[in-house]
Nanobody, 114 residues
Framework: QVQFVESGGGLVQPGGSLRLSCAAS????????MGWYRQAPGKQRELVAS???????NYADSVKDRFTISRDNAKNTLHLQMSSLKPEDTAVYYC??????WGWGQGTQVTVSS
């Protein structure tokens, strides 16, 4: 059974930082292209960052130069380092495969507000 458990969200002021983590199980993590997604209230879920099995990364224009995606294959864990956060980054953040997607986890809420 494939499972993703996201953590690390919270309330942060504009300009602040957060580090999200995602523990994956039920997949051969090291060979899966992975992504971080987010869904803001009233909006569709969107892919914000992805990392391939080989380590290459891609970012949505809205988060480029502010977010960094990384993976720890030994621990089956995906991370998202977020800095210079803006109110428009407020959303529930999820991890999942980039090219193959499984069921969604519960996500982790990120709220950027003063």
């Amino acid at each position: 059974q494939v499972q993703f458990v996201e953590s690390g969200g919270g309330l942060v002021q504009p300009g602040g930082s957060l580090r999200l983590s995602c523990a994956a199980s039920g997949i051969v993590f090291r060979i899966v292209n992975m992504g971080w997604y987010r869904q803001a209230p009233g909006k569709q879920r969107e892919l914000v960052a992805s990392i391939r099995a080989g380590g290459s990364t891609n970012y949505a224009d809205s988060v480029k130069d502010r977010f960094t995606i990384s993976r720890d294959n030994a621990k089956n864990t995906l991370h998202l380092q977020m800095s210079s956060l803006k109110p428009e980054d407020t959303a529930v953040y999820y991890c999942n495969g980039e090219t193959t997607r499984w069921g969604w986890g519960q996500g982790t809420q990120v709220t950027v507000s003063s």
